[in-house]
């Protein structure tokens, strides 16, 4: 068995950990439910985008109509905050750091409620330069938000919890360091286990216990999404067979991730 050593680039990746004031339980950030009257729903995810520096991702993707919105950052020791490289995508807003307490604010007021998407990319210079795993949290501290009636909801204290964690190679669903035509027949049979052409990674999540039957050392759905389209299709399996052939005759793949190095956060 040929052990597959190449790592091109290491990201780290998650899935959050969401825990709601009163007790309320965990629940994935994609679900998020504020209240009876109003929902919002972020998703996060840790990029290593070199030796000293990661990107923390915050996608808003279920916006009711936000009037204001506080939104804490908390980050690790080994991590210093970037003020200055803060890039926001659908939404303008105030924000300021103290790196003696580790922790970022992000404010927005505007008197028309924002109803669209947005992002927020937020970078941290690391003091290893290792692949040692970072751990942040975030906190919407207070918001308001148009309901349904009209009316303004006010709601704060909605906690999510993240850290890097458990790795995994794209494209290596039998999780065996080696990317093979195994893998890629895998992913087919995979993406047609509802018995369509496809399925979300959402769902391949949800259903992962069941994946774990067939393959046993599966880590999780992401493995297999090796274009990043949040699917696994066909295409992803044909991707893998490329690769896989390409690196059987020493061929090296260019513009793709698969056998890149991935961490995530598993809470299944």
């Known amino acids: 068995m040929r052990v597959f050593h190449k790592l091109k680039k290491v990201f780290a990746v998650i899935m959050s950990v969401v825990t709601m004031a009163c007790c309320l339980g965990a629940m994935q950030a994609s679900a998020l439910t504020v209240n009876v009257n109003s929902k919002i729903a972020y998703d996060l995810y840790v990029e290593k985008v070199s030796n000293n520096r ?81 751990e942040f949290s975030t906190a919407i501290s207070q918001c308001s938000t148009v309901n349904g009636n009209g009316d303004i909801d006010h709601f704060d204290g909605m906690n999510v919890i993240l850290e890097t964690s458990t790795p995994y190679v794209l494209g290596d669903v039998d999780n065996n360091s ?36 067939l393959y046993p050392n599966l880590v999780c759905a992401e493995v297999a999404d090796v274009d990043f389209d949040n699917k696994i299709t066909a295409s992803d399996a044909q991707q893998v067979q490329i690769y896989h052939v390409n690196e059987s005759i020493g061929t090296t793949t260019e513009d793709t991730f ?11």
Do not use: W
Request: proline content about 3%; some cysteine.
């Open 54 to 134: 990661v990107a923390l991702h915050i996608n808003f993707t279920k916006n009711p109509g936000i009037n204001t919105l506080s939104f804490m950052v908390y980050y690790d020791d080994a991590c210093t905050f970037l003020p200055s490289e803060t890039e926001y995508s659908g939404i303008s807003m105030t924000q300021d750091a103290s790196d003696v307490h580790k922790r970022a604010c992000f404010a927005f007021m505007n008197p028309t409620p924002l109803s669209s998407n947005f992002s927020i990319i937020c970078y941290f210079k690391t003091s290893d330069s290792s692949n040692n795993s970072h």
């Open 258 to 268: 698969i056998g890149t190095q991935f961490y995530k956060t598993i809470t299944a």
């Open 178 to 213: 080696y990317i093979s035509i195994q893998d890629a027949y895998a992913i087919l049979k995979i993406s047609k286990i509802t018995g369509g052409n496809s399925i979300s990674v959402s769902y391949a999540n949800s259903i992962l216990a069941t994946l774990r039957k």
